[in-house]
C-alpha cells in the first residue's frame, strides 16, 4: 500500500478466462485485490487511501462444498540490467482450501510464501538480504445453538538477515539507546518462529426489540523480546497483506504489527486485544454499534530490542491503551448509506515509551 505517490495508478485491472482450457477452473489475470476470509492474511486494506491490489495470476476451482484457490503474485519487478539474478524482486504464492458444512460453518486452510531476496532496499541499491515469510494456518467460523463463532490459528517460519527484518539500524534508534548485546547485530542471520490466533463469539437477539447483539473477541499476535533477539528467532508476527482496520481498533495505531516499525506498530513486540463489542438496531435502517479494546503487547516493553527510550526510561508495563469506537449507520434508501463514527484512545504506558510520547496523551476522532 502507498497513499504517498503523486501518480495516478489503476488499482484494478483484469481479465478472468472462464473454464480455462476446457479445465474446471477459472483463471484471473492482472492487478487484482486478493481477499480471503475475513481479510486476516490477504485482504484490500479497506480504509487506507491506496488501498491494497497485486499484479497476479489467480486460478480458482469450485465443487460441491470445496473451494481451492491458488495465486501467483509479483510483488517488485526490477529491471532486468541492474538485477540479472533477481535479487531486487518479490514474490508471494497462495494456496487456499475452503470447506463449507463444518461445525454449522465453513473451514479454511491457507498457506502464503513471500520470497524476497533483497529484503530491504537501502538507497536503491539491493544488499542480497533474504527476508523469507512462511505463513500457514487454518480458520473455522460459522454458528452452534444460535451463537456465532470464529476461531483461527497461523504459524510462521522463514529466514533472513537481520537487517531485512528491521533491527535498530534500520529504524532510526541510537546505539546508545541498548543495552550492550541486546538486539539483533544488523548482519545476523535470523530465524522467523511466529503465531497468532483469534477467537470470537456471539449472540444476536433477532426476537428482542432493537435486536441487540453483544460478542466477545480475543487476539494475540507473538511478539519479540530481548532473549529472543540474543538468541537469533525472530518472533514477532508478520500479518502479511491483512486490513487491519477491521481488527485492531478504528484509529488504526497498529497497522503494522510485525514489522518492527514503531510509529505505526508496536516495536516488534506483538500485540493482544481483548475486545467487547455491542450492537442494536434503534429504529429501521438505523445501526448503532460499539466497540471497546484492551491492547497490550504480548512481549515486556523492558526486554525489547527496539524501543525509543533508554532502559531506564522503560519499565515492563504492556499496557499500550483503550480505544472506544462508536459507529451509527444509516441506510437512507437503496442506493444510499451514511456514517458516522466517533473513535477516542487512551494512551497506556507501554505506548508512551516504545513512542516516546509525553505523557498519557489521548486522541479523539470524528468522521462523518
Given at each position: ?5 503523486n ?6 485491472a ?6 480455462f ?5 477459472d ?5 487484482q ?19 491494497h ?19 501467483y ?7 532486468r ?7 531486487d ?41 533474504d ?12 454458528q ?8 483461527e ?33 544488523s ?64 484509529q ?21 486485544d ?11 435502517g ?10 497490550t ?18 519499565s ?53
Amino acid at each position: 500500500v502507498n497513499d504517498q505517490t503523486n501518480r495516478v495508478g489503476v488499482h484494478q485491472a483484469y481479465f478472468t478466462l472462464k473454464n480455462f482450457a476446457t479445465l474446471p477452473v477459472d483463471v484471473k489475470v492482472g492487478r487484482q485485490e486478493i481477499i480471503m476470509d475475513g481479510h486476516r492474511i490477504y485482504g484490500n486494506t479497506l480504509w487506507t487511501m491506496g488501498a491494497h491490489s497485486h499484479d497476479a495470476i489467480r486460478i480458482d476451482h469450485k465443487h460441491d462444498n470445496i473451494s481451492l484457490v491458488y495465486a501467483y503474485v509479483q510483488g517488485s519487478e526490477h529491471q532486468r540490467a541492474d538485477d540479472a539474478q533477481d535479487q531486487d524482486d518479490v514474490t508471494s504464492q497462495l494456496a487456499y482450501m475452503n470447506y463449507a458444512g463444518i461445525l454449522g460453518g465453513k473451514l479454511s486452510v491457507l498457506y502464503s510464501y513471500i520470497s524476497d531476496g533483497c529484503g530491504r532496499v537501502v538507497d536503491s541499491t539491493c544488499n542480497g538480504q533474504d527476508d523469507d515469510v512462511h505463513t500457514f494456518g487454518f480458520r473455522q467460523a460459522g454458528q452452534l445453538f444460535g451463537i456465532d463463532y470464529r476461531g483461527e490459528y497461523y504459524m510462521q517460519w522463514g529466514n533472513a538477515t537481520a537487517t531485512a527484518a528491521g533491527t535498530r539500524t534500520t529504524i532510526g534508534l541510537a546505539e546508545n539507546d541498548y543495552v550492550q548485546g541486546n538486539g539483533f547485530e544488523s548482519t545476523a542471520d535470523i530465524d522467523r518462529d511466529a503465531y497468532m490466533f483469534g477467537v470470537r463469539i456471539g449472540k444476536k437477539f433477532n426476537n428482542v426489540v432493537m435486536k441487540p447483539s453483544l460478542t466477545l473477541w480475543y487476539d494475540k499476535l507473538s511478539g519479540t523480546d530481548e532473549q529472543d533477539a540474543n538468541g537469533g528467532t525472530y518472533k514477532s508476527f508478520n500479518t502479511v497483506y491483512d486490513t487491519g482496520h477491521k481488527f485492531y481498533g478504528l484509529q488504526d495505531n497498529f497497522l503494522k504489527i510485525g514489522m518492527n516499525n514503531c510509529g505505526a506498530g508496536t516495536c516488534g513486540l506483538g500485540l493482544q486485544d481483548a475486545a467487547i463489542k455491542a450492537q442494536v438496531s434503534p429504529a429501521p435502517g438505523w445501526t448503532l454499534k460499539a466497540d471497546y479494546h484492551w491492547f497490550t503487547t504480548a512481549a515486556g516493553v523492558a526486554g525489547s530490542p527496539q524501543r525509543s527510550l533508554t532502559p531506564a526510561a522503560v519499565s515492563n508495563d504492556s499496557e499500550l491503551g483503550q480505544e472506544l469506537d462508536v459507529t451509527l449507520v444509516n441506510k437512507y434508501n437503496a442506493n444510499t448509506k451514511i456514517m458516522m463514527g466517533y473513535s477516542h484512545f487512551q494512551q497506556g504506558n507501554a505506548l508512551s515509551a516504545l513512542r516516546a510520547a509525553n505523557g498519557n496523551d489521548d486522541a479523539n476522532w470524528f468522521y462523518t
